[in-house]
Structure formats: C-alpha cells, structure tokens
C-alpha cells in the first residue's frame, strides 16, 4: 500500500480544493481529483507446519543399588609435643664480698740509754820486785807481792725497746645483694602421641538395571493460518472530493475536532489544513479503506459530516 499522501490545495477554474494538479470540476459544480484507491484484499488460509515430525528420544535411567564400604580417609600418625621447661623466680641474697681479716702492724717504739760496760776485769800481777815464795800455801804469799790491776770501763750509748712492735687484728665484715634468678622448676620434655587411623563409611552404588533408550514416533502438526491475498492492486482515479468553496473554516474546525475525537492528533482546531490536519486524515483514510489523497465525499460521509 502506498502510504504517503499530499494534500495539497489551490484554485482551479472551477475554484474546487485541490488535492493536486489533476483535480478537476464537472459542470453540475461536483469537484473531482485523483485519489489513491486502496488494494483489494481476499481473506483466505494457508496451512504452516507448527511442528515437523521426528523420533523422541526418551531414556529411563540407571537403577543403582547402594551399600556401604569402609575406607580409611586419614593415616594415623606419630605426633610429638614439646612442652617447654618450667621456671620459677626465687630471690636470694649473694655474697659478694667475703668477711675479711686485716693485720695492721705497729713497730716496736725505742729509747736511747748510756751504760757503763767493764771492758776489762781487774787483775793481780805479780810484783817482779819481790822474791819467789816457795810455798804451798798461797796465804803465805806476801801482799806486796802482787800487783793489782783495777779494771776497765767504757760508757756505751744504747737503744732499748720502750714498746715492743705489735700486731692488731681487724675483721671486715662481708658484703651481700639481694638478687633475683629462674630457677629450672621443671625441665623441657617431648611428649609422643600416637595418633590412630581414621575411617568412613561411604555409600558404595552398583548397577542393579541398566538404562534404556525408548523411541517414540513424532508426527507432523500443521495450522492453518488465516492470510489477506491481494486481488487488486492499488491504483489512482478521479473521485468527488470537497471543493475549495466549501471548505470554510466552520467545517474544517469539525473535521479536526471529528478526527480528534476518534483518536486521531490534529492540534489545535484552527479551522485550517496543516500537515498535522493532512496526517491525521491521512491515517483515517488508511485504516477505513478510504481512498487518500484529498478530502474525498466518501470520507466527510465516513467522519458523519455534511
């Protein structure tokens, strides 16, 4: 179907509402003009294959038995745990420096004295002078005979202890400190765990019927579909249209509102032909049959106009 459609107008001799340079007027004052006639259509069915024919393949599926088996999930193992040494702090108090004895020594002290030391003892001689004595009897010796000696002496300086050297004794008493130290409560040992096997029980399955394959013949479905048959073709001819003397505002502002009323957008009803008025009956004419092109009779009649 040719859809686009001009509405044109102007003046011819017969002053009609042109819908292009072809319109013309016939003596009785009836304006004419070439419109374009719709096809002409034949309702008829025609069968569509909805589903073609083919095999269904169905299964039916494996039948499995089941028991239970039991695997080991996990080996066992040998686990050692150190577990480290205990302490404990003690607080004790060390020598750090042992009780001592010192000796402290004074020397011996001095004072000076003179003494008279005999040098020579005294003595007797025997006078030469004298005659020898012949006796045995010392007595008998005359005194003047012997001779005495007086003895010797020497005055000698000397040093002599006043206070004899001496030793004191002192003791030093010790130093201590109070400390703190870990004392090993409990020494560091390695603990061996043995750790056991574990094991699960596990569903075991087993065929007990196989699967089969079942075919199942699909036939063909069809539909018949009801379809428009073109049995004429569109064509152009001279149809009655509304002349231009009689298209005065009044009528075209009711076409517009007409055409509104039936859903069809024109704007605003100004009383004028623009191309939204000229789509809008162009749309009318379209979905009724109508023939388009210009503002044929046929149509006011279908919109209910004069």
Same mark, same amino acid.
């Given at each position: 179907? #040719?859809? %686009?459609?001009?509405?044109?107008?102007?003046?011819? +001799?017969?002053?009609?509402?042109?819908?292009?340079?072809?319109?013309?007027?016939?003596?009785?004052? =009836?304006?004419?003009?070439?419109?374009?006639?719709?096809?002409?259509?034949?309702?008829?069915?025609?069968?569509?294959?909805?589903?073609?024919?083919?095999?269904?393949?169905?299964?039916?599926?494996?039948?499995?038995?089941?028991?239970?088996?039991?695997?080991? /999930?996990?080996?066992?193992?040998?686990?050692?745990?150190?577990?480290?040494?205990?302490?404990?702090?003690? =607080?004790?108090?060390?020598?750090?420096?042992?009780?001592?004895?010192?000796?402290?020594?004074?020397? +011996?002290?001095?004072?000076?004295?003179?003494?008279?030391?005999?040098?020579?003892?005294?003595?007797?001689?025997?006078?030469?002078?004298?005659?020898?004595?012949?006796?045995?009897?010392?007595?008998?010796?005359?005194?003047?005979?012997?001779?005495?000696?007086?003895?010797?002496?020497?005055?000698?300086?000397?040093?002599? #202890?006043?206070?004899?050297?001496? %030793? /004191?004794?002192?003791?030093?008493?010790?130093? =201590?400190?109070?400390?703190? @130290?870990?004392?090993? /409560?409990?020494?560091?040992?390695?603990?061996?765990?043995?750790?056991?096997?574990?094991?699960?029980?596990?569903?075991?399955?087993?065929?007990?019927? +196989?699967?089969?394959?079942?075919? =199942?013949?699909?036939?063909?479905?069809?539909?018949?579909?009801?379809?428009?048959?073109?049995?004429?073709?569109? @064509?152009? #001819?001279?149809?009655?249209?509304?002349?231009?003397?009689?298209?005065?505002?009044?009528? #075209?502002? @009711?076409?517009?509102?007409?055409?509104?009323?039936?859903?069809?957008?024109?704007?605003?009803?100004?009383?004028?032909?623009?191309?939204?008025?000229?789509?809008?009956?162009?749309?009318?004419?379209?979905?009724?049959?109508?023939?388009?092109?210009?503002?044929?009779?046929? %149509?006011?009649?279908?919109?209910?106009?004069?």
């Amino acid at each position: 179907m #040719i859809l %686009t459609t001009l509405l044109t107008s102007g003046l011819t +001799a017969s002053n009609t509402l042109m819908a292009n340079p072809a319109t013309t007027a016939t003596a009785d004052t =009836t304006c004419y003009a070439q419109v374009l006639v719709p096809g002409v259509f034949q309702a008829a069915e025609e069968k569509v294959v909805t589903f073609e024919g083919s095999p269904l393949y169905q299964t039916t599926p494996v039948q499995l038995g089941y028991g239970e088996r039991k695997i080991k /999930v996990a080996d066992a193992y040998v686990e050692y745990e150190i577990i480290p040494a205990v302490f404990e702090e003690v =607080t004790e108090t060390v020598e750090i420096e042992r009780e001592r004895t010192e000796v402290e020594t004074f020397p +011996a002290t001095y004072r000076t004295e003179t003494k008279r030391v005999k040098t020579k003892e005294a003595s007797v001689q025997w006078n030469p002078a004298c005659a020898p004595v012949v006796s045995d009897d010392a007595s008998s010796i005359p005194p003047a005979c012997l001779l005495e000696t007086p003895a010797e002496y020497q005055e000698v300086t000397r040093e002599l #202890i006043a206070t004899p050297a001496r %030793t /004191v004794k002192r003791v030093i008493p010790g130093k =201590t400190q109070t400390v703190t @130290r870990k004392v090993l /409560v409990e020494p560091a040992k390695v603990v061996r765990k043995e750790i056991p096997a574990v094991y699960a029980s596990i569903p075991l399955g087993r065929v007990e019927q +196989a699967a089969k394959l079942i075919t =199942t013949p699909q036939p063909e479905q069809s539909q018949q579909v009801p379809v428009l048959r073109k049995v004429q073709a569109e @064509r152009f #001819i001279n149809m009655p249209v509304l002349c231009e003397t009689e298209a005065d505002p009044a009528l #075209i502002s @009711r076409l517009q509102q007409r055409l509104q009323q039936l859903g069809y957008d024109t704007g605003k009803a100004s009383g004028a032909i623009d191309t939204t008025t000229r789509t809008a009956l162009t749309h009318f004419q379209q979905d009724n049959r109508l023939a388009s092109g210009a503002i044929t009779l046929e %149509t006011l009649r279908k919109l209910g106009l004069p």
